[in-house]
């Protein structure tokens, strides 16, 4: 077996202040967050960053869904209120759009469905001057505050603003172990390097379990979707989330249809009879869409846990956190979680607040 390498540089062995293992949405929020401490900071990603489920995502940032666990809803809101500064900060520093768009959301709900203060009821007349192409089926409608964003363009753009920020990237090979020395995380390993750190965090996503020694009960539940582009440009202007289906419009004419919740392992295949389902369900709302052309199909592995909260914190191991398991809410949880993690990283801030999250509720 080749022994595991120290980076060298000038001779030197190179440590960084905090190395994350793992680049979808919530590593490289949290190592730009870190960076405006001024932490030296790696991230270690096994393959390109943000290819996984930041790059599968919606983007839909619903921040008031009454369907939210309870813990999470006090997070969500605060996640959303800091969504604009956020995305403006990673716009300033990429110089590229994420696209966040702030006209609403459309939910049609069963009568009895449970609703948020911030949700609006609209009378018919409301929904027909909001977003006409809807087909009106009977159901309970509301206007709520909830935007959206197109994750590809934001995970890009966050790629390239922790760069600008002086986060460095190693891509290419997957973190195998953390490794401890006295009860500590003191680096991360590969199968060929070493990456030397004062702190370790796992933001792995539906593979968070997988890395030794800890084994946190992360899981992957697959969600298909499709892309489509009708023929009239700006068809819907509100993302429309519905019981069986939502369609989330971009600002370039796309619609994206979602989505499914599977559990069948880590297992991205897409199946053509679910995508026909999916684009029929939203035809049944918006029927123009059934006329429109699909652009991409594709499946991602949201990172689920057993209660459907994510594990954000320390762990048993000293200086090793965990930020996993964000499930159906990670691109609307990024910022909030960023924020939160480097204070808890950086120990100005104790977890005890964040027990509801901790990986030891396992
Ligand atoms: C179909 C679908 C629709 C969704 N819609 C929405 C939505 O509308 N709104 C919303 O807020 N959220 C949505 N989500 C959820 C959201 O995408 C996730 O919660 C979020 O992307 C999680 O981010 P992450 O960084 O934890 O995980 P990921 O983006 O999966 O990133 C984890 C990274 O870790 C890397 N990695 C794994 N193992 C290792 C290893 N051993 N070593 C190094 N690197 C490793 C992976 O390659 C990956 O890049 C959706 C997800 C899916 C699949």
Aim: net charge neutral; aromatic share 6%; with cysteine.
């Amino acid at each position: 077996m080749s022994p595991i390498l120290s980076l060298r540089y000038n001779g030197r062995v190179k440590a960084w202040d905090v190395a994350i293992a793992g680049g979808g949405i919530i590593g490289v929020s949290l190592a730009r967050e870190l960076r405006k401490y001024g932490a030296s900071v790696l991230i270690v990603e096994r393959g390109e960053p943000g290819r996984e489920a930041s790059h599968a995502a919606a983007g839909m940032l619903a921040w008031c869904d009454p369907a939210l666990p309870l813990s999470l809803q006090a997070l969500a809101r605060a996640s959303g209120g800091i969504y604009p500064q956020f995305v403006h900060e990673i716009e300033d520093e990429s110089g590229m759009r994420v696209d966040l768009r702030q006209e609403g959301t459309i939910v049609c709900a069963e009568q009895t469905a449970e609703t948020a203060a911030e949700w609006r009821a609209l009378t018919t007349g409301e929904l027909m001057r909001l977003e006409p192409q809807l087909a009106y089926s009977g159901q309970a409608t509301y206007w709520t505050p909830e935007g959206s964003v197109d994750p590809r363009a934001l995970i890009a753009a966050s790629v390239k603003a922790a760069k600008h920020r002086g986060v460095d990237f190693a891509s290419g090979a997957a973190v195998n172990e953390v490794e401890i020395e006295g009860g500590q995380a003191v680096a991360i390993k590969t199968a060929k390097t070493r990456y030397a750190a004062g702190s370790v965090v796992n933001c792995c996503g539906a593979w968070a379990g997988q890395i030794a020694p800890l084994s946190f009960p992360t899981r992957p539940i697959k969600g298909q979707m499709l892309c489509l582009v009708t023929a009239q440009h700006g068809l819907l202007k509100h993302v429309v989330r519905a019981p069986e289906v939502y369609a989330v419009p971009r600002s370039d004419g796309r619609v994206l249809i979602g989505s499914t919740l599977e559990e069948t392992g880590f297992d991205k295949r897409v199946d053509t009879e679910t995508i026909q389902r999916l684009h029929q369900a939203a035809a049944d709302l918006v029927p123009e869409l059934g006329e429109a052309r699909m652009l991409e199909t594709w499946a991602g592995l949201r990172p689920g846990t057993p209660d459907a909260l994510p594990l954000l914190g320390a762990t048993s191991l000293a200086s090793y956190f965990v930020a996993a398991g964000h499930y159906r809410d990670g691109i609307l949880l990024a910022p909030i979680t960023a924020r939160i993690m480097a204070r808890v990283v950086r120990g100005t801030r104790s977890d005890s607040d964040l027990c509801a999250f901790s990986s030891s509720r396992f």
